[in-house]
């Protein structure tokens, strides 16, 4: 109970930033959690950006990983319910940064040279990653090991969630200190996910993702091959996975799963009375 409270308290915490000069209107959900798990959203959002002219990319190179301004539709809401869940099931509560801005302003997921082209969108990217920094530093330093989970929205299967980890290279610490299986095997996050039913991409689990999948900005500049990184996985949801008559069912399977994971690999235990 105290917990689930100090969630609530600590979720509906809006991280404002004065000098974007949105007054009353949140930019970024903000939680500092006190569980090694962190739940990243930067493309779900809809606000505008008074006085910030909507991106155009002229002269940069489109898709891939370079510009692109459209949404992941339902993942704001989908990634606010996943931290619900976590901070219901574990004895904790997880950290998040999500944006509630539209990407046509801002891209949280590509580096500012290509995500940003204003001064007031710039102020804004720049508190997205130093929260997010500050918080996989911290749970760096006290846990050893930590997971960052990015959730994002693709066109091109409805049905699927591609996992993206730059084959594996995200994940290096899992997989160096508790061995390929860990990423590849059954009780990987991905192995997890397949058992509730899910269509899952790689599928075996191997590090051959998809081409245009392979994980982005975010995953690459706090994965765990960095010196002061955490495994990182970012997760590109279909369609079917982000309407919001599957987001309840959605949230509760991929919380089930974070809950397993910490359980097995970050010596997290669940909660062990109702609250
Ligand atoms: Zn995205």
């Known amino acids: 109970m105290i917990c689930r409270m100090l969630f609530r308290s600590l979720v509906l915490f809006v991280a404002l930033t004065p000098a974007c000069g949105r007054g009353d209107e949140e930019l970024l959900i903000i939680h500092e959690g006190d569980l090694p798990i962190v739940i990243s959203a930067p493309h779900g959002g809809t606000i505008d950006l008074p006085d910030v002219p909507i991106r155009k990319g002229e002269g940069l190179k489109k898709g891939g990983a370079g510009f692109f301004s459209g949404r992941d539709g339902g993942t704001e809401e989908l990634a606010l319910e996943v931290v619900k869940r976590l901070d219901e099931k574990l004895p904790g ?78 994940v290096q610490g899992l997989r160096m200190k508790l061995g390929e299986e860990s990423h ?78 910490a359980e097995r690999y970050l010596n997290v235990a669940p909660a062990t009375s109702a609250r």
Not at 187 to 212: A, I, R
Not at 216 to 232: F, K, L, W
Not at 235 to 255: H, I, N, Q, S, T
């Open 93 to 170: 509560a997880p950290s998040c940064v999500i944006s509630r801005v539209h990407r046509k302003y801002v891209d949280f997921n590509r580096p500012p040279e290509i995500g940003v082209e204003h001064d007031k969108a710039r102020t804004i990217h720049d508190s997205y990653h130093q929260s997010l920094q500050s918080t996989v530093r911290r749970i760096r330093e006290k846990f050893g090991s930590g997971l960052l989970v990015d959730i994002h929205g693709q066109g091109s299967s409805a049905t699927t969630v591609f996992r993206g980890t730059s084959n594996g290279l995200t």
């Open 184 to 261: 590849t095997g059954e009780h990987s996050l991905l192995g997890l996910l397949k058992t509730t039913g899910w269509k899952v991409h790689p599928d075996p689990f191997s590090d051959k993702e998809q081409s245009g999948f392979t994980g982005g900005h975010i995953v690459r500049t706090y994965g765990s091959h960095r010196p002061d990184g955490i495994d990182a996985v970012q997760l590109e949801f279909g369609a079917d996975y982000r309407k919001a008559a599957a987001r309840e069912k959605v949230a509760g399977e991929l919380a089930d799963a974070i809950v397993q994971y």
